[in-house]
Every structure is written in structure tokens, then in C-alpha cells.
């Protein structure tokens, strides 16, 4: 495992200002956080600060308001809900880059202040050194909990770590641990599940997950560019053209690697994606129909691979799960997961948002060893790159 600086308990935290860089981007509806997953994860991590008597300053960032303006984006309308997730009182910091904000924190009788969208500051995405000079003279300590921000060099996860003593976090720790269970040789047989809808969006991750695997489950809408690679119609549905030779580098290098690659053996499809779908073999598939879900023989092959192995690793559904008609492949995958999981027979790690919402719809959350909410990091870290978040925090 990389090696990062952590918070000893010897370190002596008391009247100390910690900066602390979370994850608060949580969708939002109407100044309504819809989803409060990322901030739940944060409430104990938060209360065990509190216990050392340290004052925390929470900085996040809350979607794109450099591409698509502030409008929606501050964090001011949301300090309430954010304080009953927590159960905390926050105070909320608007104009906090002036030399008097750390002396007004540190005699403020108050212990959490969270700072304004730190990404309405163009400096931020530009990892500017004097910005990153400016947050750091906010606090005593630098403690990074937003892995999922990580794979960004921005001033808030990166510039600042040149000002103060800098560490990660629990949830990096507890991220970085569960990610390695997967590839440690002496855990046993792999399986990656892969689905999503374009292969080149995840050639990366293929290729650099295939030798660490046993099995390798393709699904989504990609699954359908190696049904069509397989000289079977696939009717209306999504595909990537002019994909065949990646299809057959991923083939290659599965057969080299050992790695059996299981695809679809059957599907569901449906005119339309509204209308309950059949089921039907892939030489069954006609003209006008589209490919929504795997069928049951495709989940039940993979079922079979899974009890051969010990750890699993998922990242994409596996069909489009957001219609209830076409759940049931990600479903039935997702139960025997939860199933093997809690009888101690396997390690499950899942990643990415749509990922979680799919177990999450399946009823399957409390049935994984991790849930990772991290993205784009998390897939970054699966293709093998250097994140810079943690790149400064190594020892």
C-alpha cells in the first residue's frame, strides 16, 4: 500500500485548527441535499475530532461553478441540513480570506466552520501556490478526507500541503485498505464486474485490471459491442462503432493473462425503454429490439464464477437499472454478492456513482465490505495512475 502520513495519537490536537478537505458535493435539488451519503460518512470521523478538542474547518467543493456559474452552487442555504446530518451547529464562513479569519476562529467559542464553495475561487481548479498559502493560514493542521477529490491537483487538496504539516484520512486509509484486499496475491481469485456504456471510456481500467483478475464480467451497454464482435444482431441498441480492435486487444489479453472473460449469453430487450422486456439468446434478437439488461443464464454464469472466487470488485451496472423493468440483472448479481459477503466467503468492493445507486436500489448497501463514493479517483487509482492529492501526503 502507498505510503501516506497519517494523525498519530500522539500528535496533541487540543485548541488546534484543522483544516479538513471533505467531499459535500452531493446532488442537490432545490437547495435540497437529495443524497447525504458522502456527508454521513464524515459524522463520526467529525466527533472524534471534536473529542480532542480540535476545531475543524471543513472546505469542499460543491459542483462546477466555473463552468456553469454560482447560481445554486453556495453552500449557505444548506448549512441547516448539513447540521442535522451531522448533528452539529456550523458556522458558515463566506468571506474567509482575510488575515483575521484564523485569530476569530480560534477565539470563536464555536468548533466547525465550513467555507463557501471553495470552487467559486478560480485559483482552486488552477492549484495556485498563494491561494493554497491563503487556506493554509487558516489552520494549524492539513488533514485530507475527500479521496475522491484526490485525483485533482487542485489548491485545496494539493498547493496547500506545501504550508502545513499534512496528513490523510480515515476514510483514505480505510479506501486505500479495502482497494488493496482486492489485489493482494494471497487473498485468493479475483473477479472484476465492468459495465457502463462505452469501452473507451474504460479501455484503462480493462487492461490494467485483467492481469490482477481470474474473471473479468463485461455488462452494460458494452456488452453489446462484443455481442456485435460475436456476429449477432443486436438490433437498435447502444454501441461504440469502430471499436472492434479494442474489443479484440481486451480478448487478446484476457487469453494471455488467464483471465476468463464472461459476457452476455442472453439478454433482455424491449422496443422501447418503457415496455417490459423479454428475454431472448443472442440469435433470437431481431431487428427493432434494444438491449436493456442480461438475462438470467448471463447471471447465473456469473453467480457460477463468483463462488470460484474470494474477492470481487464491481464498477458499472449492468443494465439500465434506473428503469425497474430492466433491474434484474444487476439485481441477482448484486444479492448473491450480499449473500457470499455476509457468510464471510467473499471481500466486495463496488465504486462509482452509479454503481452505488444501483446496489442501493437493489436494497444491497449493507451487503458489500465497501462502497467507495469516490468516482473519479476511484477509477484512476484502478488504472494504475498517481493521484496528486495523495502523492503530497506520502511519507
Excluded at 437529495?34 to 475530532?49: A, W
Excluded at 462484443?226 to 462503432?241: A, C, Q
Excluded at 448484486?334 to 459477503?341: C, G, L, N, S
Amino acid at each position: 500500500m502507498q505510503q501516506l502520513k497519517t494523525i498519530s495519537e500522539n500528535i496533541n490536537l487540543s485548541n488546534k485548527n484543522i483544516f479538513l478537505r471533505v467531499d459535500f458535493n452531493c446532488p442537490i435539488e432545490k437547495s435540497t441535499i437529495t443524497d447525504d451519503t458522502k456527508i454521513i460518512k464524515m459524522k463520526s470521523i467529525i466527533s472524534d475530532f471534536l473529542k480532542k478538542n480540535a476545531k475543524l474547518i471543513l472546505c469542499s467543493h460543491l459542483g462546477r461553478p466555473q463552468k456553469k456559474g454560482k447560481d445554486g452552487l453556495s453552500f449557505k442555504p444548506l448549512v441547516q441540513s448539513i447540521e442535522k446530518i451531522l448533528d452539529q451547529k456550523l458556522t458558515f464562513i463566506e468571506d474567509f480570506l482575510n488575515a483575521s479569519t484564523k485569530d476569530k476562529i480560534k477565539s470563536s467559542e464555536n468548533k466547525i466552520f465550513l467555507l463557501e464553495n471553495i470552487r467559486f475561487f478560480k485559483e482552486e481548479e488552477a492549484n495556485d501556490k498563494n491561494f493554497g498559502k491563503q487556506l493554509a493560514s487558516l489552520a494549524d493542521i492539513y488533514v485530507n478526507e475527500a479521496f475522491s477529490c484526490s485525483h485533482r491537483a487542485h489548491a485545496s487538496v494539493s498547493a496547500i500541503t506545501s504550508y502545513l504539516d499534512s496528513y490523510a484520512g480515515k476514510t483514505i486509509v480505510d479506501e486505500l485498505n479495502s482497494l488493496n484486499k482486492i489485489f493482494d496475491s494471497k487473498s485468493g481469485a479475483t473477479m472484476c464486474i465492468i459495465g457502463g456504456s462505452k469501452i473507451s471510456t474504460k479501455i484503462d481500467l480493462i487492461l490494467n485490471l485483467i492481469p490482477k483478475a481470474k474473471y473479468l464480467v463485461i455488462g452494460g451497454a458494452m456488452g453489446n459491442n462484443f455481442i456485435k464482435h460475436n456476429k449477432f444482431n443486436i438490433g437498435k441498441s447502444l454501441y461504440e462503432e469502430n471499436k472492434d480492435k479494442l474489443i479484440t486487444e481486451i480478448i487478446n489479453k484476457a487469453k494471455q493473462s488467464n483471465c476468463e472473460l464472461i459476457t452476455p449469453v442472453d439478454v433482455v430487450v424491449s422496443e422501447n425503454m418503457n415496455t417490459k422486456g423479454e428475454t431472448k439468446n443472442l440469435n433470437e434478437i431481431s431487428e427493432n429490439d434494444i438491449i436493456f439488461d442480461i438475462g438470467s443464464k448471463t447471471s447465473q454464469k456469473i453467480k457460477s464464477a463468483i463462488d470460484k472466487t474470494k474477492m470481487v470488485l464491481w464498477n458499472g451496472p449492468l443494465g439500465l437499472f434506473e428503469k425497474d423493468y430492466f433491474l434484474h440483472g444487476t439485481k441477482q448479481v448484486a444479492e448473491y454478492i450480499k449473500m457470499k459477503t455476509r457468510n464471510k466467503s467473499l471481500v466486495s468492493v463496488a465504486g462509482g456513482g452509479d454503481t452505488a445507486a444501483a446496489i442501493k436500489k437493489s436494497n444491497c448497501l449493507d451487503g458489500f465490505s465497501y462502497i467507495s463514493t469516490a468516482g473519479g479517483a476511484f477509477l484512476e487509482w484502478l488504472e494504475g495512475k498517481t493521484l496528486p492529492g495523495l502523492k503530497v501526503l506520502e511519507k
